[in-house]
């Protein structure tokens, strides 16, 4: 889901610019700001702390503009941007664009501007599992996909883990292995990546917990809680099985998620012989 909040035509007066006559005498610049979003929280509730303010984002633009000036509306259009996102966690996406009608130029333009974009950067965790085929295979092309298609810019991959089933135990060993990134999709978004790479690979419907080509989970995405029929974050079950605490602690044991430190919750692990194992070269 993506909703928008938006102001328009918002005119403050400025001294930005590169001109002297424009730094001197300042001029007009008209903002227009939008954010992209899940208002459904703040609709269902009718709640206005939910919600993205058209005043706040109008007094962003004009305290930005204040901290002039600034010789290029690039600049005031970035910092503005930035301000946005830094303000309201919730957003995703703002969308700044800055025009000044009376540019000095030397042919005629009824005005010239500047759109910038930005999209919000989130933390993320995921594990991936594989008990068929080439089960090494599966998740490094799952890996080069979501990198491929720019769903994840990959900080750090485990090493891969030779695991017992979990859940229905009368199927193959797995292997597995969690990674940490970056990513500036939504939860939803990332969560359709997933399955469509999923797909790719050969994943089809089967039992619950049975065989699978692969399987792609989100663990985290930064301090985001979702609880819904499709996506829950962080993952309900993610401290309950050993082989995604075991690799995720190897690259992120410091890491804090719904309160709990992962490398003090696989502290308290106990685990049977064979049950979570380096995978041999």
């Known amino acids: 889901m993506s909703d928008r909040v938006f102001v328009s035509n918002l005119c403050l007066h400025g001294f930005h610019g590169l001109y002297p006559e424009e730094t001197r005498l300042g001029q007009k610049f008209y903002f227009d700001i939008e954010c992209d979003l899940d208002l459904a929280p703040a609709a269902l509730s009718d709640d206005y702390e939910k919600a993205v303010g058209y005043d706040t984002l109008c007094n962003i633009a004009r305290e930005v503009s204040n901290?002039?000036?600034y010789k290029l509306i690039e600049t005031l259009a970035h910092r503005v941007a930035e301000a946005v996102l830094e303000r309201f966690y919730i957003v995703n996406q703002v969308v700044v664009r800055v025009r000044k009608p009376s540019a000095p130029m030397p042919d005629n333009f009824d005005a010239v501007g500047v759109e910038i974009r930005r999209r919000r950067r989130r933390r993320i965790g995921l594990s991936l599992g594989s008990n068929m085929g080439n089960k090494v295979a599966n998740?490094?092309?799952?890996l080069s996909l979501l990198r491929t298609e720019n769903v994840i810019e990959f900080e750090a991959i485990s090493k891969f883990y030779r695991t017992a089933p979990w859940g229905l135990e009368?199927?193959?060993w797995f292997v597995n292995a969690c990674a940490i990134g970056w990513t500036t999709l939504t939860p939803q978004?990332?969560?359709k990546a997933f399955k469509r790479v999923e797909f790719h690979v050969g994943r089809v419907p089967t039992l619950r917990w049975g065989p699978r080509a692969i399987d792609i989970d989100i663990l985290f995405i930064d301090d985001v809680e979702i609880e819904g029929p499709e996506l829950t974050l962080p993952h309900r079950e993610m401290f309950n099985r050993a082989f995604v605490l075991v690799?995720?602690?190897e690259i992120a044991a410091d890491r804090t998620v719904g309160g709990r430190r992962i490398g003090d919750q696989v502290?308290?692990?106990?685990?049977?012989?064979?049950?979570?194992?380096?995978l041999a070269d």
């Not at 998740?139 to 799952?142: K, V």
């Open 170 to 172: 009368d199927q193959d």
């Open 247 to 249: 690799p995720l602690a």
């Open 189 to 191: 978004d990332v969560l």
């Open 267 to 278: 502290a308290r692990l106990y685990l049977k012989p064979g049950e979570v194992e380096p």
């Open 67 to 69: 901290a002039g000036p």
């Open 139 to 142: 998740i490094e092309t799952a």
